[in-house]
T-cell receptor, first 116, second 116 residues
């Protein structure tokens, strides 16, 4: 079974509007962390935001916020006031527990395109 | 200063050749990784090293041999290159094995390998 699922292969958003990128995850480990990365066309992987499974509040980093719904096992990324430079691939990823080699498991990504 | 740097950025080589990709991190991290991103943008862990010791080898063919001369370096050597090895290879690092907000995994810019 997929551990991380991103159901939107591609999305369009109008500049200055908000957009939500979906991510659901599957784990039986009570201790885990969820990450979002941005990959622009230049190829690098840029860390955006982190949410721990025990965090009481949703994470926010500037225009990025994470809508964490633990019972639903979802960790959607919300980008407010979209900018043209937000056009990129976005990956949701998870790290489980303390003895999982610290590796990240990635979803398949969502390509976001911001329209002027 | 680039936190995680890898060289070369682009590499075109013939089938059957042996090549290496070098990675260095200047973050003082204990844990380093190699990830492979295929043509469909799917990212998958290959290796994880902690303090120069191999922790994870995710069913990677033994033509791939990571080497960690010290904890700041994790090089990837590939023998007898095959067409299917064409991909983007990402080096990454994190402070250690623990989960937590401060223990983000940081990626290098990627090395684009094309086998012809």
């Amino acid at each position: 079974a997929q551990k991380i699922t991103q159901t939107q292969p591609g999305m369009f958003v109008q500049e200055k509007e908000a957009v939500t990128l979906d991510c659901t995850y599957d784990t039986s480990d009570p201790s885990y962390g969820l990450f979002w990365y941005k990959q622009p066309s230049s190829g690098e992987m840029i860390f955006l935001i982190y949410q721990g499974s025990y965090d009481q509040q949703n994470a926010t980093e500037g225009r990025y916020s994470l809508n964490f719904q633990k019972a639903r096992k979802s960790a959607n990324l919300v980008i407010s006031a979209s900018q043209l430079g937000d056009s990129a691939m976005y990956f949701c990823a998870m790290r489980e527990g303390f003895n999982a080699g610290n590796m990240l498991t990635f979803g398949g990504g969502t390509r976001l395109m911001v329209k002027p | 200063d680039t936190a995680v740097s890898q060289t070369p950025k682009y590499l075109v080589t013939q089938m059957g050749n042996d090549k290496s990709i070098k990675c260095e991190q200047n973050l003082g991290h204990d844990t380093m990784y190699w990830y492979k991103q295929d043509s469909k943008k799917f990212l998958k862990i290959m290796f994880s090293y902690n303090n120069k010791e191999l922790i994870i080898n995710e069913t990677v063919p033994n033509r791939f041999s990571p080497k960690s001369p010290d904890k700041a370096h994790l090089n990837l050597h590939i023998n007898s290159l095959e067409l299917g090895d064409s991909a983007v290879y990402f080096c990454a690092s994190s402070q250690d094995f623990s989960l937590g907000r401060g223990n983000t995994i940081y990626f290098g810019e990627g090395s684009w390998l094309t086998v012809v």
